[in-house]
């Protein structure tokens, strides 16, 4: 079956550090977004991509940066974590040929930052 | 930009019980509603969505409701089961052009058997 597949799944780090998360999809959609999940606070966009010439930015981008490295890669990094950075992430896919509005998840990659 | 709010933000019920999550959006350029459910540990993962045309769709014991003049939409899951357990989130969006999902921040339902 098609997917968003999402490496690593667990990542513990320590402030500082550079750490990249990546995504990747066999979905052959266009549209990438990467999402940072905290409790209470819901699925907030941090980056999103139309295309791989296309890199936006969303509302919590600050600390973050993306490559979209072709159709199907969209990565993720903290260029130097901090322990607020620690939550769940997750990156998410849709296809503008079908309107582009729903959303297919990533499994998720959980990040600590010590 | 659009904000979405989402009420409960927990919500306890028997099995058998009904539950009703509410969501009020704020661009009335948004025509798209979809819920995600996410079970623990797992990822989100579209459950019902409803557009703009429409003020009511159901799929088994999921319904969606949809008032566009005031802005506001519900999920209503009948005949709670504990599997029914999860973090839903609502969402709003216009289909097309360079629309992002805005989100909710989530209802944690729990179903006590």
């Known amino acids: 079956d098609a997917d968003v597949t999402q490496t690593p799944r667990n990542r513990i780090t320590k402030t500082g550090k550079r750490i990249m998360l990546e995504c990747s999809q066999t979905k052959g959609h266009d549209r990438m977004y990467w999402y940072r999940q905290d409790p209470g606070l819901g699925l907030r966009l941090i980056y999103y991509?139309?295309?791989?010439?296309?890199?936006n930015k969303g509302e919590i981008s600050d600390g973050y940066s993306v490559s979209r490295q072709a159709q199907a890669k969209f990565s993720l990094s903290l260029e130097s974590a901090i322990p607020n950075q620690t939550a769940l992430y997750f990156c998410a896919t849709s296809d503008y040929g079908q309107g582009g509005e729903k959303l297919f998840f990533g499994s998720g990659t959980q990040l600590s930052v010590l | 930009g659009e904000n979405v709010e989402q009420h409960p933000s927990t919500l306890s019920v028997q099995e058998g019980d009904s539950a009703v999550i509410k969501c009020t959006y704020s661009?009335?350029?948004?025509?798209?509603f979809p819920w995600y459910k996410q079970e623990l540990g797992k990822r989100p993962q579209l459950i019902i969505d409803i557009r703009s045309n429409v003020g009511e769709k159901k799929d088994q014991r999921i319904a969606v409701t949809l008032n566009k003049t005031a802005k506001h939409f519900s999920l209503h899951i009948t005949e709670t089961q504990p599997e029914d357990s999860a973090v839903y989130f609502c969402?709003?969006?216009?289909?097309?052009?360079?629309?992002?999902?805005?989100f909710g921040r989530g209802t944690s339902l729990i179903v006590h058997p």
């Open positions: 969402a709003a969006t216009a289909s097309g052009g360079s629309y992002i999902p805005t």
């Open positions: 661009d009335s350029a948004s025509n798209y």
């Open positions: 991509s139309f295309d791989v010439k296309d890199i």
